[in-house]
C-alpha cells in the first residue's frame, strides 16, 4: 500500500466514530479528500460524499460506513466507576481486562474494564458463564461520583482503547475495522477514478454514519443521491482459522482478494461484472453466497426509491466486533481497484435489468 493511503488509513482508524459521533473521523475524510474530489458534501446525518463527474446523470453510489461499535455513558456511580450502555454489536464476553477510552468534552479519558481477580472468585464464579455489560464498569481511577462527573457526561462515547498495528505478511490489527476500512476503500476508488480523463458516469463516494444501529446513514444517502448503482464495501467474515465452521462462514481467506457477494441483495449482472472485471484486471477475488438480505449498506440502497442494482463487495476480517480485528492490506488495495476498474466500465447504456 502506498504511504499517503497507509497513513489515512491510520488516522481514521485512531480517530473515534462511535456511531452518531461519527464526526472526528468525517473531518479527517473530507479534509484528505479535497483534493480528489470534485465537490464534497456533509448531509444532516453526517454522511460525507466525496463526488466526481457531479454533471453526470447516470450515478454510481459507493457506501463505506464510518461508524464503529462502541458504548455511551449511561451512569456514574457514588465511588466513580463509570456505567455503560452499548452502541451496535457488542461481545460481552471480550469486556473484561480491557483498556477503553472515554471520549469527553475535555478531551480523552483512559478507563478500564476490570475484572476481580481469579484468586478472589469462588469456584462458581471462575465458571460463571453470560456476561451483562451491567455486570462490568469503566475505573478511571475516580476516587468519588463527584471527580467523574466534573470530566464526563452522560452520552459521552466510549470506545476500545483505539490504534493500528501493522503485523506479518501486510496484515493490520485494529478495533475500528468495520467498517473504517470500507469506508477507506470507497475513498481510495475515488482517488484512482479521478486520474481518468473521462468518466461516463458520476461517482458519489459515501462514508456513511449509523450502520452499525440499522444502516441508517444509507439509507437517507442514497435517496438523496437516487443512484443507478449502489455498491456497499463493508467486512465480512474470514473463516480461515480453526474456531469457524466453513460449512456457515463460506470459504473466505485473509489475502485472498475481496469477497465479491451473491444473492438475492445482489444485482445479478453488477455481481457478474465484478467477477468479469476481477478476472481481466487480473485481481485476486473471492465469492460469499448472501442468501438473503445482508446487513450492510446494500440492504438500504437496494430498496431506495423504486429500486437501486446493488452490489457488495467485502473486505475479509477476523475476530469481528472484538478489539483485535484483523485484515490484509493487500484486500483493501484490491477492493479499491476493483470497484475503480468496475465503474469504468459503465455509462448511461448498461442496463442492469435481469432478464
Known sequence: MRSESFDFLKSIE?????????????????????????????????????????????????????????????????????????????????????????????????????????????????????????DVAVDIGAKDKKQAQELIDIGDPITYQLGLEKILNDRIVSPGLDNKVGAFVVMEAIRLLSEEKKLNVGVYAVATVQEEIGLRGARTAAYSIDPAVGIAVDVCHASDYAAVDKRVAGDVVIGGGPVIARGANINPILGQMFVDTAKKAKIAYQVDAAPGATGTDANAMQISRAGIAAGLVSIPNRYMHTQVELCSLDDLDNAAKLLAETIKRIDAKTSFIPM
Open 14 to 134: 485512531e480517530t473515534p466514530s462511535v456511531s452518531g459521533y461519527e464526526q472526528p473521523v468525517a473531518r479527517i475524510i473530507r479534509k484528505r479528500m479535497a483534493r480528489f474530489a470534485d465537490t464534497i458534501t456533509t448531509d444532516v446525518h453526517g454522511n460525507v460524499t466525496a463526488i466526481l463527474n457531479p454533471k453526470a446523470t447516470t450515478r454510481v453510489m459507493l457506501a463505506g460506513h464510518m461508524d464503529q461499535i462502541g458504548f455511551l455513558v449511561n451512569y456514574i456511580g457514588d465511588t466513580g466507576y463509570v456505567h455503560m450502555c452499548a452502541v451496535g454489536g457488542i461481545d460481552n464476553s471480550v469486556l473484561p481486562g480491557t483498556r477503553v477510552t472515554i471520549h469527553a468534552k475535555g478531551g480523552p479519558i483512559t478507563g478500564v474494564i476490570g475484572r476481580k481477580a481469579i484468586h478472589l472468585m469462588k469456584i462458581e464464579e471462575r465458571n460463571a458463564g453470560k456476561i451483562e455489560i451491567t
